[in-house]
């Protein structure tokens, strides 16, 4: 019989259709359809500059935006040939490793749920909740961030953020040991997931599948290990490796990932180095419009020094904190808000960067940059032709390796058996079709 | 190291080979590219086990021939070092061999690359759109595709 797992199911994170041919209850043969969600984030970053692709790729892996956002910034830094200061590096880590903590709990929570088990789904989100409510303060937003970008971040971290973090981290911590006591040693959980779903490690290379779904059978292969990036090699972190390479094993990596991250995260709060003060001021602080009239008035003795009082939505990237968090790199980073406001030097500089027909314009050439996505290894080639477009940006997404290789999981065994496999490869609509 | 064995066991089937911002890159000649990947993935000074990426990039515009290079990025896990292989393809004869045989997931990264550019790979088993529905017509991520075109409606069958 030819079963339709059709695009809109309630099991199916996201749409895409399995077409299956069953024998009773047990799948014979398979076949994966996808391109539902695809809107052409190639074609479209190939009409944007290069600053315009960033809000982009936010929407490509939509679990885990800060990750694909660092990907794209370090692809276009390499590309430039250019370095970030170090409290941005760090800065990058503690967003990066928050937002897979967050893919995580939302895969396990998920397919958890899916089997049943709706306590956890819960109590998971509530976690998820603690680190967006984190990344709110510092992004201004929970998942459209477009907060990295190249040469730095958009602003540095405020004030509020590390206290709140680290009563996040405890209480996701609670929560990691509550869903464990739910979860790992359950009786049915255990049986739906256990040699369920099963890869080898040969088959899992010859389908280029990177990520904790490679590290379940045993290979030892993460970005931040092998080809560290960023400040990765600075902490002190461990990979799970995995022996059977089913559901189960899948389940522990990605649980043990998790505290493995928030590990990292404490590390570098307490490693991070302190932020340039560049304006010693003794804080007078002026609201900006009364700066800008002032300037107008010709009143300009003293403005240069003194701190304005932004937006809250632009919080963090005042001249106090700007040295810190961004390059030293005219051409690509925008200036302090004092220096556009204040200065036509620095009103030059922005407008040189984000008005139409100009932006930042990289030499011509082409790189690959690899980081650790939430699913694997997610890569980014980009092409540039000596233009403010990017010629060709490609994405390299890891579910789309796993999605190839899952007939090759769920054939032989049955219908049921594919709620929990699909729930572990954790596909994200958005990085499988861009 | 790497460019040297490649470019001594193929000789002069090998354009160039530079490296830039860190990256290897070496472009072959399209015929070979069967026999380099297999060379690239079984030599054991080599030991290139993983193929990461199988792209396509439409040089039109540019004043470049031949208008298409297909990119293959591969990564050795052993040996932890990285290469890009680039074939210049030609737009009178859009066809490449397929390396289906030697690493599976070239299966679904070559349906892509003739969903998007319509290149041909010979040999593979079965070469079908992939992210595009079927009766869509062109291949979008061409340059001459404009970003607007309008595709004739699809209706349902009755």
């Given at each position: 019989m030819l079963l339709n797992m059709g695009p809109s199911h309630p099991a199916m994170h996201g749409i895409i259709r399995l077409i299956l041919e069953l024998d009773g209850e047990r799948i014979i043969n398979s076949d994966v359809e996808i391109g539902y969600l695809h809107r052409a984030f190639e074609k479209s970053s190939e009409l944007a500059g290069y600053l315009q692709v960033i809000p982009y790729t936010d929407r490509l892996n939509y679990v885990s935006p800060l990750i694909n956002n660092m990907g794209y910034s370090m692809a276009v830094e390499k590309l430039f040939g250019i370095k970030p200061t170090e409290r941005c590096e760090y800065i990058r880590v503690i967003m990066s490793e928050l937002s897979r903590v967050c893919d995580h709990l939302t895969c396990i929570g998920a397919s958890a749920m899916e089997l049943g088990a709706f306590t956890a789904f819960l109590y998971m989100i509530k976690a998820r909740e603690f680190i967006y409510q984190g990344i709110e303060m510092v992004t201004g937003a929970r998942l459209t961030i477009s907060y990295i970008r190249p040469g730095g971040v958009k602003g540095d971290l405020p004030s509020e953020f590390e206290p709140h973090m680290r009563k996040a981290i405890k209480d996701t911590r609670d929560v990691l040991k509550e869903c464990g006591k739910l979860l790992t040693r359950n009786r049915i959980f255990v049986d739906r997931l256990k040699d369920i779903g099963v890869i080898s490690a040969e088959d899992a290379l010859a389908y280029g599948i990177t990520g904790p779904f490679l590290r379940s059978t045993g290979v030892d292969y993460d970005v931040r290990k092998n080809c560290p990036y960023s400040v990765y090699d600075q902490f002190d972190f461990e990979i799970p490796i995995g022996t059977t390479g089913d559901n189960y094993d899948r389940y522990l990596c990605r649980m043990e990932e998790m505290e493995q991250s928030l590990r990292i995260v404490e590390q570098a709060f307490a490693k991070i180095p302190p932020g340039n003060v560049m304006v010693d001021t003794e804080g007078q602080e002026i609201p900006a419009a009364m700066m800008v009239d002032l300037a107008k008035m010709g009143e300009t003795e003293g403005l240069i020094q003194l701190e304005v009082d932004l937006d809250p939505t632009l919080g963090g990237t005042t001249k106090r904190y700007h040295d810190g968090v961004e390059a030293n790199e005219k051409e690509i980073v925008l200036p302090a808000k004092e220096d556009t406001y204040g200065n036509i030097e620095g009103l030059m500089q922005h407008f040189k960067l984000v008005m139409l027909g100009h932006g930042i314009i990289p030499p011509k050439g082409e790189v690959y940059q690899a980081v650790e996505g939430g699913n694997g290894e997610l890569g980014f080639f980009v092409v540039s032709d000596g233009t403010g477009r990017p010629y060709r940006v490609r994405v390299r997404p890891p579910c789309f390796t796993i999605m190839a290789a899952l007939p090759l999981m769920i054939?032989?065994?049955?219908?049921?058996?594919i709620i929990p496999t699909f729930g572990s490869v954790n596909m994200i609509g958005g990085e499988l079709d861009r | 190291m790497i460019l040297e064995k490649v470019k001594e066991n193929f000789l002069d089937d090998v354009y160039e080979t530079y490296e830039f911002r860190g990256d290897l890159v070496a472009v072959v000649n399209k015929e070979i590219i069967r026999g380099v990947m297999k060379f690239l993935k079984t030599d054991p000074g080599l030991d290139?086990?993983?193929?990461v990426d199988l792209s396509a990039v439409d040089y039109l515009g540019q004043d470049r021939h031949p208008r298409f290079d297909v990119v293959y990025h591969l990564y050795s896990l052993a040996k932890n070092h990285r290469l890009r292989v680039k074939t210049p393809v030609d737009e009178k004869d859009l066809e490449v061999d397929s390396i289906t045989s030697i690493w599976p997931i070239a299966n679904w990264f070559e349906r892509e690359v003739w969903d998007m550019f319509g290149i041909k790979f010979k040999g593979h088993p079965n070469l079908k759109r992939i992210?595009?529905?079927?009766?869509?017509?062109?291949?979008?991520?061409?340059?001459?595709?404009?970003?607007?075109k309008r595709q004739p409606l699809v209706g349902p069958k009755n």
């Amino acid at each position: 019989m030819l079963l339709n797992m059709g695009p809109s199911h309630p099991a199916m994170h996201g749409i895409i259709r399995l077409i299956l041919e069953l024998d009773g209850e047990r799948i014979i043969n398979s076949d994966v359809e996808i391109g539902y969600l695809h809107r052409a984030f190639e074609k479209s970053s190939e009409l944007a500059g290069y600053l315009q692709v960033i809000p982009y790729t936010d929407r490509l892996n939509y679990v885990s935006p800060l990750i694909n956002n660092m990907g794209y910034s370090m692809a276009v830094e390499k590309l430039f040939g250019i370095k970030p200061t170090e409290r941005c590096e760090y800065i990058r880590v503690i967003m990066s490793e928050l937002s897979r903590v967050c893919d995580h709990l939302t895969c396990i929570g998920a397919s958890a749920m899916e089997l049943g088990a709706f306590t956890a789904f819960l109590y998971m989100i509530k976690a998820r909740e603690f680190i967006y409510q984190g990344i709110e303060m510092v992004t201004g937003a929970r998942l459209t961030i477009s907060y990295i970008r190249p040469g730095g971040v958009k602003g540095d971290l405020p004030s509020e953020f590390e206290p709140h973090m680290r009563k996040a981290i405890k209480d996701t911590r609670d929560v990691l040991k509550e869903c464990g006591k739910l979860l790992t040693r359950n009786r049915i959980f255990v049986d739906r997931l256990k040699d369920i779903g099963v890869i080898s490690a040969e088959d899992a290379l010859a389908y280029g599948i990177t990520g904790p779904f490679l590290r379940s059978t045993g290979v030892d292969y993460d970005v931040r290990k092998n080809c560290p990036y960023s400040v990765y090699d600075q902490f002190d972190f461990e990979i799970p490796i995995g022996t059977t390479g089913d559901n189960y094993d899948r389940y522990l990596c990605r649980m043990e990932e998790m505290e493995q991250s928030l590990r990292i995260v404490e590390q570098a709060f307490a490693k991070i180095p302190p932020g340039n003060v560049m304006v010693d001021t003794e804080g007078q602080e002026i609201p900006a419009a009364m700066m800008v009239d002032l300037a107008k008035m010709g009143e300009t003795e003293g403005l240069i020094q003194l701190e304005v009082d932004l937006d809250p939505t632009l919080g963090g990237t005042t001249k106090r904190y700007h040295d810190g968090v961004e390059a030293n790199e005219k051409e690509i980073v925008l200036p302090a808000k004092e220096d556009t406001y204040g200065n036509i030097e620095g009103l030059m500089q922005h407008f040189k960067l984000v008005m139409l027909g100009h932006g930042i314009i990289p030499p011509k050439g082409e790189v690959y940059q690899a980081v650790e996505g939430g699913n694997g290894e997610l890569g980014f080639f980009v092409v540039s032709d000596g233009t403010g477009r990017p010629y060709r940006v490609r994405v390299r997404p890891p579910c789309f390796t796993i999605m190839a290789a899952l007939p090759l999981m769920i054939n032989g065994g049955f219908l049921a058996d594919i709620i929990p496999t699909f729930g572990s490869v954790n596909m994200i609509g958005g990085e499988l079709d861009r | 190291m790497i460019l040297e064995k490649v470019k001594e066991n193929f000789l002069d089937d090998v354009y160039e080979t530079y490296e830039f911002r860190g990256d290897l890159v070496a472009v072959v000649n399209k015929e070979i590219i069967r026999g380099v990947m297999k060379f690239l993935k079984t030599d054991p000074g080599l030991d290139f086990n993983i193929l990461v990426d199988l792209s396509a990039v439409d040089y039109l515009g540019q004043d470049r021939h031949p208008r298409f290079d297909v990119v293959y990025h591969l990564y050795s896990l052993a040996k932890n070092h990285r290469l890009r292989v680039k074939t210049p393809v030609d737009e009178k004869d859009l066809e490449v061999d397929s390396i289906t045989s030697i690493w599976p997931i070239a299966n679904w990264f070559e349906r892509e690359v003739w969903d998007m550019f319509g290149i041909k790979f010979k040999g593979h088993p079965n070469l079908k759109r992939i992210l595009m529905y079927e009766p869509f017509k062109g291949h979008p991520l061409r340059k001459d595709y404009l970003y607007n075109k309008r595709q004739p409606l699809v209706g349902p069958k009755n």
